[in-house]
């Protein structure tokens, strides 16, 4: 089955600076990448996600990359905000199954 | 429609007990997903169903452990003989259908404590 490893575990970042964190994934047939942002004693909820047709996706501040042949995906953050401190999790999945997710990455950024 | 709902929010339980636990999926969604996150960890996949089939269980799910949905809508997580180790948030998920290649709706989950 599919297994996720996510790195790094903590980034602490000022503000205004780039966050990047990164994801691999074990089965080549994994076709689904996406990323959740889960606040404290919040739920996950989706913030970005790439399909496999596709190499890169913005969306304002927040941006994912997927290079298939290397299975690993990233997540990117620009003009990072106090806001943006949460726990992130990558998942990834193939048509019929359930997403897989990573361990996490938590996320604080200081003003 | 509100989103997903769980409930109860939180559930305290003796060791040795049954508990169950009730989801209530966004209406036109017809996957349901069940996971097991604890402090530190992301969401781990328990089992999920397709209208009323479960079409997938976790390995690591133990036979304590039963998942029904039976007319395709809300969905219940029964933990018989409970033990400490079952203490985590149960999160509950939904998502239109593609195959299971949108991304999920959480609810806000239900934190159980085996005491």
């Known amino acids: 089955g599919e297994n996720v490893e996510q790195h790094p575990s903590t980034l602490s970042v000022q503000e205004g600076d780039s966050a990047v964190i990164k994801c691999t994934y074990s089965?080549?047939?994994?076709?689904?990448f996406p990323w959740y942002k889960q606040e404290l004693g919040k739920r996950p909820q989706l913030i970005i996600d790439?399909?496999?047709?596709?190499g890169e996706k913005k969306d304002q501040r927040i941006a994912v990359t997927l290079n298939k042949t290397a299975k690993h995906f990233s997540l990117h953050i620009t003009e990072t905000q106090p806001e943006d401190s949460a726990v992130y999790f990558c998942?990834?999945?193939?048509?019929?199954?359930?997403?897989?997710f990573g361990k996490g990455t938590t996320l604080s950024v200081s003003s | 429609d509100t989103g997903v709902s769980q409930n109860p929010r939180h559930k305290i339980t003796k060791r040795g007990q049954n508990v169950t636990f009730r989801c209530d999926p966004i209406?036109?969604?017809?996957?349901l997903y069940w996971y097991r996150q604890t402090l530190g960890q992301g969401p781990e996949f328990l089992t999920y169903?397709?209208?009323?089939?479960?079409?997938?269980k976790s390995r690591l799910l133990s036979d304590r452990f039963s998942a029904e949905r039976p007319k395709g809508s809300f969905s219940t997580l029964e933990i018989q003989r409970t033990e400490q180790g079952d203490s985590a948030m149960y999160l509950c998920?939904?998502?239109?259908?593609?195959?299971?290649?949108?991304?999920?709706?959480f609810g806000s989950g239900t934190r159980l404590t085996v005491v």
């Open positions: 998920a939904s998502s239109q259908d593609g195959q299971g290649l949108y991304g999920y709706t």
């Open positions: 998942a990834a999945n193939q048509a019929g199954t359930a997403l897989i």
């Open positions: 169903f397709q209208n009323e089939a479960q079409l997938e």
């Open positions: 089965d080549s047939a994994s076709n689904y």
């Open positions: 790439i399909r496999s047709n596709v």
């Open positions: 209406s036109e969604h017809n996957r």
